[in-house]
Structure formats: structure tokens, C-alpha cells
């Protein structure tokens, strides 16, 4: 197995993997050339968490669509009939692209490109950064073969966002929000010549050209990004968030919002899975400021879903609900404190935390964040048959594991026997070289 191939398995869920291996059979079957690249390879390479799996084929992506919807009961969950590409999800919340090889030819700058099928190799040179750039082949006869035509594993090392052309940013300047977003989620700064290109751009006034059906979906992806404070202040210092509404300027920029939410998400514990990033969070604050006017403006010039302009506007009076129920005082065990929240929305129990005037809801919340969902994620379907003496496969499993969990999530912790050193003296204590920074001695009893 080559080196690369290796890193893959290492660093992708299994889920993930499982994917990469299915596509691999269907490269082969169908005889046409795979590669896994962009993000993918792009945080494999750089060590963090792969969110998506993004695909390049030498050729059309529907077969493989059709392939892996039977092989992986993958679905498909969006198709663009003009780059010939298609999103699909995965059971255990895998989500990949299948792109067919391509090279965008840019007329106008800033203008819709033409698509032209090509190799690999063509369609990598014509990314956006170098450490989007990079392809790990999955081909029987070269699998685990790196193409890197722009260097992006350089970048990688130095840590630095260089564009992957002279005018990858002149040709589509949407592409400066996503080298800041990139620029942030990864503290790299831009190189020298980036800088160089991307203030060519501005003086231009190119970067105005961004559509707005661009500028919403580049907006909901801000809200997944960890340092959406520091984002903002780079794009309104920069003078982008203009785009997005004009309202969106000086005190109206609000900083200390996303920084509080980024503190609230401090107490959510990475393991738990517990969905946080929800945009509804992020418009929430983004427009705090604004008034109802500037957001129903920013709302029609955006084109942002229902659902999501839906679950940002309720928000705060369905957050204010939950507060309500969270403040009972019937709510006195942790195995109540658990049921009230394990199916209430993320978005709702962090804006409480963020928000929520009441000492009792905050700590009910960290409780359950903190202590109860690890309880219940520990325990196994094992643990709970020994003990209840019902097999898993039982129709009466899963009351019976329900109430098992609410006797574990209530019993009282255990209490560690106190250290006897008062009792020790009277037994001749033999002299011993101590440990560095024990500092504590424990005395052995006969
Ligand atoms: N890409 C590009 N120019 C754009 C958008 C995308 O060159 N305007 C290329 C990049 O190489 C990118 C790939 O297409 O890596 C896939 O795009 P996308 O899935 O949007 O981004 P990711 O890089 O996967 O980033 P994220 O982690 O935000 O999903």
C-alpha cells in the first residue's frame, strides 16, 4: 500500500473509508479513471477533520451516481447538470461530490465559465489555491499516486494560501471569500504573490462581481466555520461585507456576538457529535444589529432557503421555549434533565447557553453536554443485557435500556474513600527517595 494510500485509511472515518473503497471497485469495473481530491486531500494532507469526500472523474459521474446508490444505499442530494456534477450522502453522514474532470474557460472576468471535459491534470491546474489542487489517483494500475501540478503540498507545509494560476482570482472573484474563509479555518496567511493578485483584483473593483447566488451559499458556509468572529473582521476590514447587505458596516458588524458564540461552543465536547454550526445560529447574530428592514432586504438578496430563513426568525422565540421547559421544577434528576434535551435542537440549547439570563438552565445545560451524554454514549447494549438479563434482539430491549440508563444517569457518584494519612504516624514510615512532583506519600499497610 503506498504511503498516501495509508495516511487515507488513517485519517478518514470508517464510513469514509468504506466510500473510498466502494468507489475504487467502480473505477475499476467501469474502467474509468477516479481520483480523490480538493478538500479531501487537502485536509488529509494537512491533518484535519475531512468534512466532505470530493471526487474527480475522467468522464461523466452518473454511473458512478447509479453504481453506489445500489452498492452504499448512497442518495443523491443535488446535481449540477452544467459542471456534470453530483452530491451524494452515505449512511454514517458521509457526504461526497462526483465531478467529471473539467477546465472552466472564463470569457468576461467574473462572468459564468464555459465547461470543457478534461484530464486530471488540466482541471487541478485551474483550481482555486495549490492546496486545493492536489489528487491522490484511485486507479488500479497507479493507485495512491500523488498529482501535485502546483505544489500545494509545499504550501501545506509552509502554511501559506497561494493561488493555484496568476488569475484564479480574476476569473472568479467569489473565490476571495473562500481564500479567506480558508485562510482563517487554517491560520495560513497568503503568500506574497497572492497578496500581490488579490489587491490587483480589488483596484480592478472585480471583486464587486460576485454573484448573490453565490454570495448566500458562500454566507451558510461561513456559519460552519470555527473562528467566525475573526472571519467577520477580516471581511469587513477588508470591505466585503458590503456584498453581502450594506448594512453591514461599523457598529453594526457584530463582533462580540460571534465571540460569545464561540465561546458557548467551548462547553460542547468535540466526541459528542452534538450539532452546533447551525446557520440559523450564525444569521441570527450576523443580522442582530440590523433592522427589520436591512434583514428582510439581505433575505431577498441572498436567496436563502426557507427552511434556513424559517429556523433563523424562530429562533430565539423557540430558544425562549425551551428556556421555559428547562427551568421546571420538576426537572430535579439528571435522567429528566436528559430527556428534556436529548431531542431539542442545537442551535436552540446554544443560544441559551449564550443567552440565557437563568444560573439553573446554564447549568443544566453544561450537565448534560458535559456529563449525562457521555454516561449514555458509554454505555454499551452489552453492559445493559448483563445487567438486565434481556438480549439486545428482545422486543422489551429498549425500555428496558431506558430505564437502566435513567438508574445509572441518577445514581449518585461514588464517593472516593478519604486518604488515612492522619491514621499513618504511629507505623515507622521506611525513608524513600521521593518521585519528582509526587509530592503526596502514601504509606503501605500490612
Ligand atoms: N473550487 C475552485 N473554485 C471555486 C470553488 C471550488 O477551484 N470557486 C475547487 C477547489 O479545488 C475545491 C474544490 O473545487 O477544493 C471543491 O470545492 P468545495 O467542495 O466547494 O470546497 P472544498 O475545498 O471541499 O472546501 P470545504 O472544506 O469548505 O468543503
Known amino acids: 500500500m503506498s504511503d498516501y494510500m495509508f495516511m487515507l485509511e488513517s485519517h478518514l472515518t470508517a464510513s469514509q473509508f468504506q466510500v473510498v473503497n466502494a468507489v475504487q471497485a467502480a473505477a475499476a469495473d467501469t474502467n474509468v479513471s477516479v481520483f480523490l481530491s480538493g478538500g479531501a486531500m487537502r485536509d488529509v494532507l494537512g491533518g484535519y477533520p475531512v468534512r466532505d469526500l470530493d471526487f474527480v472523474i475522467e468522464g461523466l459521474p452518473k454511473t458512478f451516481a447509479k453504481l453506489l446508490e445500489k452498492k452504499l444505499h448512497g442518495e443523491v442530494v443535488a ?38 471535459p478534461a484530464t486530471i491534470h488540466e482541471d487541478l491546474r485551474g483550481r482555486d489555491f495549490t492546496i486545493n489542487a492536489i489528487a491522490l489517483s484511485l486507479n488500479k494500475a497507479s493507485r495512491g499516486l500523488l498529482l501535485d501540478p502546483t505544489n500545494g503540498l509545499a504550501d501545506l507545509e509552509r502554511r501559506e494560501m497561494q ?49 448573490n447566488e453565490i454570495l448566500g451559499p458562500e454566507l451558510l458556509r461561513m456559519a460552519g466555520e470555527g473562528n467566525p468572529a475573526e472571519l467577520l473582521r477580516i471581511l469587513d476590514e477588508e470591505k466585503i461585507l458590503p456584498l453581502f447587505s450594506p448594512a453591514l458596516t461599523g457598529a453594526k458588524v457584530n463582533l462580540a456576538g460571534m465571540q460569545k458564540l464561540m465561546k458557548a461552543r467551548t462547553h460542547i465536547p468535540f466526541e459528542i457529535g452534538f450539532e452546533a454550526n447551525q446557520p440559523s445560529l450564525f444569521l441570527y447574530l450576523l443580522t442582530q444589529k440590523l433592522t427589520p428592514k436591512e434583514k428582510t432586504a439581505l433575505i431577498k438578496n441572498m436567496s436563502i432557503d426557507k427552511a434556513t430563513v424559517n429556523s433563523w426568525q424562530q429562533l430565539e422565540a423557540k430558544s425562549k421555549k425551551l428556556e421555559k421547559e428547562l427551568k421546571s421544577p420538576l426537572l430535579k434528576k439528571p435522567s429528566l434533565i436528559y430527556k428534556a434535551l436529548r431531542h431539542a435542537a442545537g442551535d436552540q440549547v446554544v443560544f441559551l447557553l449564550m443567552n440565557s439570563s437563568e444560573r439553573q438552565v446554564q447549568e443544566r445545560i ?40 435513567a438508574k445509572k444517569l441518577d445514581a449518585k457518584p461514588k464517593k472516593l474513600p478519604e486518604p488515612e494519612l492522619e491514621a499513618v504516624p504511629t507505623i515507622p514510615v521506611p525513608q524513600q527517595p521521593m518521585g519528582r512532583g509526587t509530592g503526596r506519600v502514601v504509606a503501605a499497610r500490612s
Open 366 to 405: 453544561k450537565n448534560y453536554l458535559q456529563k449525562f451524554v457521555g454516561i449514555v454514549q458509554e454505555t454499551t447494549d452489552a453492559e445493559v443485557s448483563e445487567a438486565t438479563k434481556i438480549a439486545p434482539e428482545a422486543s422489551k430491549f429498549a425500555k428496558a435500556k431506558e430505564e437502566y440508563l
Open 163 to 211: 493561488t493555484a494560476y496568476s488569475y484564479a482570482l480574476y476569473d472568479d472573484p467569489a473565490r476571495i471569500l473562500r481564500m479567506w474563509r480558508f485562510s482563517v479555518r487554517m491560520n495560513f496567511p497568503l503568500s506574497e504573490r497572492t497578496r500581490g493578485q488579490y489587491a490587483n483584483v480589488k483596484e480592478s473593483g472585480q471583486h464587486l462581481k460576485i454573484s
Open 79 to 116: 446535481s449540477d447538470e452544467r459542471k456534470k456534477s453530483i452530491a451524494m450522502r452515505f449512511p454514517g453522514n458521509v457526504t461526497a461530490e462526483f465531478a467529471m474532470a473539467k477546465v472552466e474557460k472564463y470569457g468576461r472576468a467574473g462572468s459564468k465559465p464555459q465547461i470543457i
